[in-house]
């Protein structure tokens, strides 16, 4: 029973050297937890539409990679604006042009996974649904940066629980 405890002691003592880390600090954010769950969320969405279209419904890979693109940023836009960034933008000119900012950072994503998309499935020998998983690894990491400093207004700065 005494092992127990210190190595309860011990895996304490070590979590709390981890969290005391400042880049540990500065990754562990509010703001980026949120975001993990929510590109989760995307993720599942864009690579759960892609195979249910490539294996059931048989469609083309390109398209329905690009179709699944789609209504993963949809989604993105709705949680990324709300409940990760907490955009400031008030009336409608300020909305359209957040919307339009992430659009773009969108648009640019959509392009490196759509090109991406299609020199994998062509030229590496490996299956459809890892090539499209590796290329969206990439671009949850860039719409991360593009959504935090281009498309979302927010002057409020809450990185606490």
């Known amino acids: 029973m005494k092992n127990t405890n210190n190595e309860e002691v011990i895996e304490n003592k070590f979590f709390k050297k981890i969290m005391s880390n400042k880049f540990v600090k500065k990754l562990f954010t509010k703001e980026v937890i949120l975001y993990a769950i929510f590109g989760v969320l995307t993720t599942l969405i864009n690579i759960g539409s892609f195979y249910v279209m490539t294996i059931f419904l048989h469609i083309d890979e390109n398209l329905a990679n690009n179709i699944a693109i789609v209504l993963a940023v949809l989604f993105a836009y709705i949680t990324n604006r709300d409940l990760v960034f907490h955009s400031d933008a008030r009336g409608f000119g300020e909305r359209f042009i957040e919307f339009c900012r992430f659009i773009l950072g969108r648009l640019v994503t959509m392009f ?50």
């Not at 590496?124 to 998983?133: A, E, G, N, R, W």
């Not at 690894?137 to 979302?152: D, E, H, Q, T």
């Open 112 to 161: 490196i996974e759509s090109i991406g998309g299609s020199l994998m499935f062509k030229f590496l020998p490996i299956p459809f649904i890892v090539s499209k998983c590796l290329i969206t690894i990439v671009v949850i990491i860039l719409n991360f940066f593009i959504s935090k400093f281009f498309a979302f207004k927010n002057t409020k700065k809450d990185d606490s629980f």
